[in-house]
């Protein structure tokens, strides 16, 4: 995971993606509540407070009933303990090569893949394993970088089943200049040359790009058009299957790119919303795409290009738990604060985008949970407040290892009502 989470960038106030914020009232038990939806939008708005909806509130359950009429299936929000072996499901694990129990507890949720991006595994493990590879830096020669591709390739056979290409390459931070879709394509092509000759049945898969909501910032590229380009610049033939980052931000899995929140009505999943619409003297505001299943789009571009018969792998996706108040105020959360969610929350969201991808998406091959342990290992240096590094709350274990409730759920340690 890199400085842009989900489509917002951790940066300068002078570059940062504000929000605003719908207000849904909602009436339970001849009481008035009023739950803060944010939005996504461009400028220079601060952030407004949150008010925070407690897990199992009356308002958490009744926001809870109107996705699922409007859905208009109950059976897609039952909850079950999870089966065993979990085929397709992924997660990714950080502490790998550490001396302590993440590997063990990854092994307890028997998921068919697990994602290490830190270092090649030592061994043959347990699980199929997605390794994600390092972009090359500025100024190093890819044909090099090709080289030992191949040699890692060679060496890890056996171990590692598919490599990952790098990672969000739409964005500055991770590309090492403005991001260049047709220079990406050569890269793949290069990689996927070396590392086949040297495993010829490891497979190949794109790296997830960054949600960008727009163009316009030539560091940020809109991930929509850079894959595009990537297809434009022949990229297809040298990958086999496509990576995607759907975060779900603030917002049910079950919501549609086109859908809204709206201060009147609750929730809709796929009403679009166009500039001047009278919904919007009603207080509904678009998603804009903002959402889990965005992957919808991206499915539609390769669609196409003629590529349907290639499958998706989500090589992250996740929702992030709200941390306590003293870290919402540090710098690492201000393009954050909107996205968090309550605990139980991400484990009903997480549970409910497993099932959404089952049902619908066939060509959804794969999914890997952002992520199991990455709290672990960053405990930040403020003895007041610790472990606030935004990473570590999309975790589904805590700091000290003990599970959080998406754990258990993925575990068969508890099913969630």
Known sequence: MTLLIGGLLACTASQVFSTREALIPVRAEDRLYTVFLPQVTFGLVPEPEQTEVPSGSVVDTLMDRTIASLVGSAERLTYLPAP???????????????????????AALQPEWIKIYDHPPSERLPFRVLYRVNLPQPGEDWEEWGHYRRLDAELY???????????????????????????????????????KSADPQVLIVSAGLAVVGADGDPRYVSDLTFLKGMYEHGAAKH?????VHPYGFSYPPEIAPDGQVCASGGLSLGQDLQKGDPAEDQGCVPVQGLCFRRVELWRQIMVNNGDQDKPMWATEFGWLVRPPACCRETADWLTRNWQTVSEERQARYIARAFSYAERHWPWMEAMFLWNLDYSRYSPGTDVTCQNCESMGWYSILNPDGSPRLAYKWLAGLDSLR
């Open 157 to 195: 056979r056996g171990r590692i089943d598919a490599y990952e290409i790098g990672n969000e390459p739409n964005l500055i931070e991770e590309w090492g200049g403005n991001p260049d879709p047709a220079a990406y394509a050569k890269l793949l092509e290069i990689a996927y040359r070396e590392i």
């Open 84 to 106: 065993g072996l979990k085929q397709g499901y992924g997660i990714s694990v950080k502490g790998l090569n550490y001396d302590d129990d993440s590997l063990a507890k990854a």
């Open 239 to 243: 990958f086999d299957v496509l990576g």
